[in-house]
């Protein structure tokens, strides 16, 4: 562990010290009277000792729009003149959202990063392959802060010139790979085309978009490591919200910093640890842009009790989906990772597909491509999606190399198939 005493801390000692952490995040929001303080106001919150941890679920949420209807620097907490960095998403879903950070802010982030890679079994004197991209996306740097702390070594290789990834991994003799799953999966296969060997490589941590277990086991199938998720988004702090260990199981929530909530996501309501909800998050700690209750879009579980690790952090499930990337096809609702569970799980495709939802009558459909490893596997899956998703969709299997490879950034796992040509050849 980086840091045992806060990741195995006994759960009452935590509970008192995130109640302590809260008092002083309602008193920052309120003294502050930006839109977050004014809430508590109106809810009746006139300071910090007004605040239980039981009562966090009566309090107003946070979101994605608050910081959109208050960009850029609305929602800032500090004097402009403190802020020491600017990260935030893409904007692939329209404009970007902006986070800021403080020096301490950004200390913070280089430590749970830290936390992260220690997970994974980096150590001082590691050498850390970071393939995240660098800039405006958190990963690359995030990462890279976090090796640093650790006292690793960090190779800054952000994404793509995948024959130098390569090259770089079997030269520099990295034991630690980190970057999104589907690019590990593309990793793993340039590695064998190179005929190249890895033995330092022993453990990667990917994150940056959800994925399932079928996937982990075609990248370690590729790749010599054990391979791990990562958890985290711009708004919360970036990577290194929560880690999978390697145990493997579910994923540990840095919750002396990161206050964790499961809620149902059309109202609300808190739901059950175990039970699949929306991950709401308050960062008591944060200072530039401190978040109350933000709602994340993120689907997952929360469990609770002490891991085979050692650490007595609440645990996150992987993420199932978001709650915008929800695929609504005849009244079925599906995530993209259902069907990555299947198709992987049949071990009779490649790890590589695209959903294309074919809206071009009003009578949608849902087109599965996929390339077969051999055979004709179509009226299978088809029968084992209908089965557990209750959702008839059509299999098309495509020539290998057909269905595009993620060289940069993110997999893009579905597309919308309005009108003319087929985003992919061979779909009908």
């Known amino acids: 562990m980086f840091d045992p005493h806060a990741e195995a801390m006994p759960t009452d000692e935590r509970a008192a010290l995130q109640r302590h952490r809260l008092w002083g995040l309602v008193d920052r929001l309120i003294a502050a009277d930006g839109v977050q303080?004014?809430?508590?106001?109106?809810?009746?919150?006139?300071?910090g000792a007004d605040v239980m941890l039981a009562d966090l679920r009566r309090l107003p949420f946070t979101t994605k729009q608050d910081l959109w209807d208050n960009y850029p620097f609305g929602m800032l907490n500090v004097p402009r003149d403190q802020v020491a960095a600017v990260h935030g998403s893409s904007g692939t879903r329209g404009r970007p959202t902006?986070?800021?950070?403080?020096?301490?802010?950004?200390?913070?982030?280089?430590?749970?990063?830290?936390?992260?890679?220690?997970?994974?079994?980096?150590?001082p004197g590691s050498i850390v392959h970071n393939a995240y991209g660098?800039?405006?996306?958190?990963?690359?740097?995030?990462?890279?802060?976090?090796?640093?702390?650790?006292?690793?070594?960090?190779?800054?290789?952000?994404?793509?010139?995948?024959?130098?990834?390569?090259?770089?991994?079997?030269?520099?003799?990295?034991?630690i790979?980190?970057?999104?799953?589907?690019?590990?999966?593309?990793?793993?296969?340039?590695?064998?085309?190179?005929?190249?060997?890895?033995?330092?490589?022993?453990?990667?941590?990917?994150?940056?978009?959800?994925?399932?277990?079928?996937?982990?086991?075609?990248?370690?199938?590729v790749l010599p490591i054990k391979a791990m998720d990562i958890y985290g988004l711009s708004e919360v702090i970036g990577p290194g919200v929560a880690t999978e260990c390697l145990q493997q199981d579910s994923l540990h929530v840095n919750e002396d910093h990161f206050i964790v909530e499961a809620v149902d996501p059309s109202t609300g309501d808190p739901v059950e640890d175990g039970m699949p909800g929306e991950l709401v998050f308050t960062t008591p700690t944060k200072q530039a842009l401190p978040l109350l209750r933000y709602r994340t879009?993120?689907?997952?579980?929360?469990?609770?009790?002490?891991?085979?690790?050692?650490?007595?952090?609440?645990?996150?499930?992987?993420?199932i989906g978001r709650a915008d990337d929800m695929i609504v096809v005849r009244?079925?609702?599906?995530?993209?990772?259902?069907?990555?569970?299947?198709?992987?799980?049949?071990?009779?495709?490649?790890?590589?597909?695209?959903?294309?939802?074919?809206?071009?009558?009003?009578?949608?459909?849902?087109?599965?491509?996929?390339?077969?490893?051999?055979?004709?596997p179509r009226e299978?899956?088809?029968?084992?999606?209908?089965?557990?998703?209750?959702?008839?969709?059509?299999?098309?299997?495509?020539?290998?190399?057909?269905?595009?490879?993620?060289?940069?950034?993110?997999?893009?796992?579905?597309?919308?198939?309005?009108d003319g040509r087929p985003p992919l050849p061979g779909l009908t």
């Open 177 to 221: 790979l980190t970057c999104t799953p589907a690019y590990a999966l593309r990793l793993g296969e340039a590695v064998a085309e190179a005929g190249v060997e890895l033995p330092a490589l022993k453990a990667g941590l990917f994150g940056a978009e959800p994925w399932s277990a079928e996937l982990r086991a075609a990248i370690e199938a």
């Open 297 to 319: 879009g993120d689907i997952a579980s929360l469990t609770r009790g002490e891991c085979p690790c050692g650490r007595t952090l609440v645990r996150m499930s992987k993420v």
């Open 98 to 123: 902006l986070v800021a950070y403080t020096k301490a802010d950004l200390d913070l982030w280089a430590s749970m990063c830290a936390r992260s890679l220690a997970c994974a079994g980096a150590s």
């Open 380 to 418: 299978r899956l088809a029968h084992e999606l209908h089965e557990a998703l209750g959702l008839s969709a059509e299999v098309f299997t495509l020539p290998e190399g057909a269905v595009p490879r993620v060289e940069v950034g993110k997999a893009v796992r579905v597309v919308a198939w309005e």
């Open 37 to 47: 303080g004014r809430r508590l106001k109106e809810a009746g919150v006139g300071g």
């Open 134 to 175: 660098y800039g405006l996306f958190t990963g690359g740097i995030g990462i890279h802060q976090g090796a640093v702390a650790l006292g690793a070594t960090v190779v800054p290789m952000s994404g793509g010139m995948t024959d130098r990834q390569v090259r770089m991994l079997a030269d520099l003799r990295a034991d």
């Open 331 to 376: 009244g079925v609702n599906v995530y993209p990772s259902e069907v990555e569970r299947v198709l992987l799980g049949s071990g009779l495709v490649r790890p590589h597909y695209q959903l294309v939802v074919d809206r071009r009558s009003p009578a949608v459909r849902l087109l599965v491509a996929c390339e077969a490893l051999s055979g004709d």
